[in-house]
């Protein structure tokens, strides 16, 4: 069963404006841990964001913002004040149980930045 | 900062033939993770190590196999490569349970 969900294969946003991207999750662990990555076309995978399932707070990393909402089990990333930089694939990606080593990713999202 | 460090960048093999794919992690951090990333897709995750020790097996096929060594470097054998596994192979360094850290993967091509 698919354990990370992105719903939005496409994702178009003008810039200076913010988007939120999808992602929930399935997990039945107490303990786990959400990542963001983004994918530009040159191929390098760059870590964005992590969230805890023990943090309290929404994680922050200047403009990326992670909305964590547990009881729904999404983990969804704000990317204030769009850049033309910023268009690449997003990939939502989930660590489960304290002890496990075996992060899955969703399908991604493709963000476009409109200038 | 040091980054992961992922060689050869590119390799073109035939059918049939071997390939190993080296990983050196980020000094410090005790976990090392492999993915396989197909043309349009979200990466695979293949394996993982956790202080040299194999931790986790996702969708690695018998004929690759990984190991990590006690310099923490980790190497990715494949074997009978077939043209499916043309791929971007990316190898994760993470550490204190908060941070994986992707090198810049290899371009395999099998011809």
């Known amino acids: 069963a698919q354990k990370i969900t992105q719903t939005q294969p496409g994702m178009f946003v003008q810039e200076k404006e913010a988007v939120t991207l999808d992602c929930t999750y399935d997990t039945s662990d107490q303990s786990y841990g959400l990542f963001w990555y983004k994918q530009p076309s040159s191929g390098e995978m760059i870590f964005l964001i992590y969230q805890g399932s023990y943090d309290e707070q929404n994680a922050t990393e200047g403009r990326y913002s992670l909305n964590f909402q547990k009881a729904r089990k999404s983990a969804n990333l704000v990317i204030s004040a769009s850049q033309l930089g910023d268009s690449a694939m997003y990939f939502c990606?989930?660590?489960?149980?304290?002890?496990?080593?075996?992060?899955?990713f969703g399908a991604g999202t493709r963000l476009t930045v409109k200038p | 900062a040091a980054g992961v460090i992922q060689s050869p960048r590119h390799l073109i093999k035939e059918k049939r033939e071997t390939a190993t794919l080296k990983c050196y992690p980020i000094p410090r951090h005790d976990t090392v993770y492999w993915y396989q990333q197909g043309p349009g897709q979200d990466p695979q995750f293949l394996i993982s190590?956790?202080?040299?020790?194999?931790?986790d097996k996702g969708s690695i096929p018998d004929r690759f196999s990984a190991q990590q060594f006690s310099d923490y470097h980790s190497e990715l054998n494949m074997s009978s490569l077939e043209l499916g596994d043309s791929a971007l192979y990316f190898c994760?360094?993470?550490?204190?349970?908060?941070?994986?850290?992707f090198g810049q993967g290899t371009r395999l091509t099998v011809v």
């Open positions: 190590f956790y202080e040299k020790m194999q931790s």
């Open positions: 990606a989930m660590r489960e149980g304290s002890d496990n080593n075996d992060m899955r």
């Open positions: 994760a360094s993470g550490g204190f349970g908060t941070e994986a850290f």
